[in-house]
């Protein structure tokens, strides 16, 4: 073959990649700190158009699995740095053990690819209509499969969106991610369909995208949440403590003394509850000494405390909790909650026999015991709760809080970890849609930021800088109504699953 023609067919076999990838860098640029929103509503067209046009499934996996390979190697290059910085890892490995986790996330979309692939030579063009439940399924795989790792669900990109994020009270986050799907597919289907039916296909795409932004304009505009429930101010203290500090002896009394000052300072200027962020003391508040200084502060000031701590417990073996505390005026333990859901590489280790080749991580990392129950704390006569860190990210876990009767949402966290990268942002961006799920005011204390407090709508009433050492106080209030997904959960998102199910064996069995 001619050089000139051998050179053509390797472009016309790599072209399909080529368009695979182009979603995958949309995809990332969807997110924060770089992106913008507004990519998300065309970063999947290009592969949906081809998706459509492919005959293999597993062309089609393959497909998913190049757009997935780019999108969250574009959003999560800060777990190398992390892996390098604090577990001692060389930059080969560490680049290694985020690709391992890179390449197993692809995995979701490489099977959004297999699927659709197989619906579309069933259905045509008129898979099209139901990209949004397919994708939306294999983002339940993410959620749950192994302990789940579902950072920035495709919806998340619409939290700064107001009018189109209050579609997350009626369906939660799931729903926002079917509804940016479904505007790709009818990009997608303007593009593949035929030439007489793409106004109408327009038309009713435009009509449901409408149809969402006035019911989040309806809601914004209501703001009886904002009216509703008893007022409370609370102080959050943003310690500002490196991380390469935070366990150090030698500056475990600067750092105790440190958070009872702004403490202080936040209760003399009106605070009735103050939140410190994650393990917030450098040692075991419940068996350590200096523990009995935290309990004074309460009875001293006359203010509720939220914080996290470490906690032991050694029968009937020795096991280590990631734990928040409420404390009550008089300082005593009111609640305790264990932190559920671990984060991986950060307080157990997957895997651990097969990571030989990265020891300086494994060794670095003591494997916490998840705990069981939704705790819920109280604060005097009402509740609130505390998503430790990640936790914040799990849809379920905040509304089983929520049905337990939290009225205030509270998440403490420490971002040290990922310094001034894109995780801050990217974590932060998440919590804020806990907010309108829920209906609930949230106050979140990060050590190095990025602390805040968000109203029930999502709208941002206060956040610190990173790396600042501050406190400041908000008035919120304590709600109790339930939203529409505070009552129905997340029906859309399993019958998505089912449906999805459903199409591909009626597929199957066409097929026989």
């Not at 009509?207 to 009216?227: H, I, K, N, P, S």
């Not at 991380?243 to 003399?268: C, F, G, M, T």
Request: proline share 6%.
């Amino acid at each position: 073959m001619p050089p000139l023609l051998s050179f053509s067919s390797t472009v016309r076999r790599a072209s399909p990649f080529l368009g695979a990838a182009l979603s995958g860098a949309l995809l990332a640029f969807s997110f924060p700190p770089h992106g913008h929103p507004a990519i998300a509503w065309i970063a999947l067209a290009p592969l949906l158009v081809l998706l459509h046009g492919t005959r293999s499934s597993t062309m089609g996996f393959a497909l998913g699995v190049t757009t997935g390979v780019v999108h969250f190697a574009g959003l999560l290059p800060w777990l190398t740095t992390v892996m390098m910085e604090f577990g001692g890892l060389p930059l080969p490995v560490g680049v290694a053990i985020n690709g391992l986790l890179v390449a197993y996330l692809a995995l979701f979309p490489g099977a959004f690819g297999a699927i659709f692939v197989l619906l579309c030579r069933r259905y045509g063009e008129s898979a099209l209509w139901v990209a949004g439940p397919v994708w939306l399924s294999t983002e339940l795989g993410r959620l749950w499969l192994l302990g789940g790792f579902p950072w920035e669900l495709l919806g998340y990109s619409q939290t700064a969106v107001l009018p189109v994020a209050q579609f997350a009270s009626l369906f939660g986050v799931h729903g926002v991610t079917v509804l940016v799907v479904f505007v790709n597919g009818v990009l997608a289907l303007v593009a593949v369909g035929q030439t007489g039916r793409r106004g109408m296909t327009l038309t009713v795409g435009t009509t449901v995208l409408v149809a969402v932004v006035l019911f989040g304009m309806w809601r914004l505009a209501d703001e009886q949440l904002l009216r509703a429930g008893t007022p409370l101010r609370v102080g959050v203290v943003q310690g500002n403590v490196p991380q390469e500090d935070k366990w150090d002896p030698a500056h475990r009394l600067s750092i105790v003394q440190r958070y009872l000052e702004l403490s202080r300072r936040s209760a003399a200027a009106g605070a009735e509850l103050v939140v410190w962020p994650e393990s917030a003391t450098p040692f075991s508040f419940e068996t350590h000494p200096d523990g009995e200084l935290v309990r004074e502060l309460t009875r001293e000031t006359g203010i509720h405390l939220l914080f996290g701590s470490t906690r032991f417990e050694s029968y009937p073996t020795r096991r280590m909790f990631n734990a928040a505390f409420a404390l009550n005026p008089d300082g005593e333990t009111t609640a305790i909650y264990d932190k559920i859901h671990l984060v991986p590489f950060g307080e157990y280790v997957p895997f651990r026999s097969l990571l030989f080749f990265a020891t300086p991580l494994v060794d670095t990392v003591a494997d916490l015991t998840p705990g069981v129950d939704p705790v819920v704390l109280p604060v005097g006569s009402h509740i609130a709760s505390a998503a430790i860190c990640y936790e914040i990210i799990y849809p379920s876990l905040v509304r089983q809080f929520v049905r337990e009767g939290s009225q205030l949402l509270t998440t403490l966290t420490n971002d040290a970890w990922y310094g001034r990268s894109g995780a801050p942002h990217q974590h932060f961006q998440q919590a804020r849609m806990r907010a309108i799920e829920q209906g609930r005011y949230l106050v979140r204390a990060a050590n190095t930021g990025i602390s805040g407090v968000v109203d029930p709508y999502g709208r941002v009433v206060v956040r610190s800088a990173l790396f600042e050492t501050t406190t400041f106080n908000q008035e919120v209030r304590l709600l109790t109504d339930l939203t529409i997904y505070g009552k129905i959960g997340d029906i859309l998102a399993y019958t998505s699953a089912l449906a999805t199910l459903v199409l591909v064996f009626l597929t199957w069995r066409a097929r026989r």
